[in-house]
């Protein structure tokens, strides 16, 4: 079971070109710079735009042939957008009533179960006009699950949001797959919120579907536009070994040789996490430091240089050199003239080290 796409349409001078097949469970991000053709796609997915002659089909339904075209409506799919588009007129639990009424299917969560996990139970007697950006986000999530899609589809739903809310909203979308086993399709440009959020990624690049893949694969690939990213960083898979009450710390294994150390979390021993660690949070040393602050110093192999292929990016001031770490890799970010006083190699056994501190917060439990 799958969203199999295949879709090519001319808009103006932008022409969107995606042949895919979408896993029908998890999060999948769509993602790509500002007009990359995300909205257009997801447009196309919910059928609020037709892509002449393509092809939309979801878990085994047409919803686009070249003969028929399903309406949105008919499609049974959750939308969220940008602006929460509530009734004004409306409280907060007449708008949710109203999403009730016009259920898509029987099966699915109670307007009491929505309201525990996105947390807005106290807003319900609210008026719409009275709520924060953050919340009238977490009441259009719930409005759009109470109407029991068979797949969710969300359109850049943290915009605008300061960044304590956003890592609020973050934390509460993070925990929508525990409840809930609804196939999610998330558009955003932020690889912050993607790299949090997706198990699976779609990367657009000028309408054109330049990857894809599973978050920790395509997070550490030197050859994509995510790694050239100021927020670049790889995201890896982790199991928490334990805890140390005493510093607040918790510990988590890589691999049967590497561990890092992060401020303490809320998880259990043997539990499954996955772990951002942001490019720019690695420096890059030849030998092991001795009498050194830093904590995480793991011994690592120089996999890949970014640079080194071609003469334009060896001009700019840093590069990116991808590590392996057991079967995983991390990316750092050094400058140009670390790499050749250290005259890094491919192949090289190096030590990389992660300030424990930059790790706080970027965890999240894998799916
Ligand atoms: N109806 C339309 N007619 C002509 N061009 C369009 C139309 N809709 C979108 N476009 C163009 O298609 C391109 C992709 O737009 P789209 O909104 O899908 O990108 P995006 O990746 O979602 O961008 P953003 O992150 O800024 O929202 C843009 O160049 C846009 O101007």
Redo the contacts with the bound molecule.
Sequence with gaps: MSLLLSLHTQ????Q?NVDTAIPSTGITAIC??????????L?CIAGLDCAPGGMVQFAGDDWQTQKNFVRCEKRGVGLVFQDAQLFPHLSVVANLRYAQKRQFRAAGPSLKEVCAWLQITPLLNRSVDKLSGGERKRIAIARALLRHPQLLLM??PLSGLHDAARDEMMDVLQSLPQHLSLPIIY?S?SFHEVSRLADHVVL?EK?QLIAEGGLVELSSRLDLPLSRQQDAGAVLNATLFGHDNEYQLSTLQLSSKHQLSINQISAVSGQQLRLFVAARDISISLEAPVQSSILNILSCTIDTIDGEATQNTSMKPHVTVRLSVGEQYLLARITRKSRDRLNLKVGQQVFAQIKTVALVNEYGVAS
């Design positions: 808009r103006g001078d932008f969107l790509g710079p500002s007009g990359s053709g995300k909205t257009s796609l447009r359109d850049e558009v440009h657009l309408g």
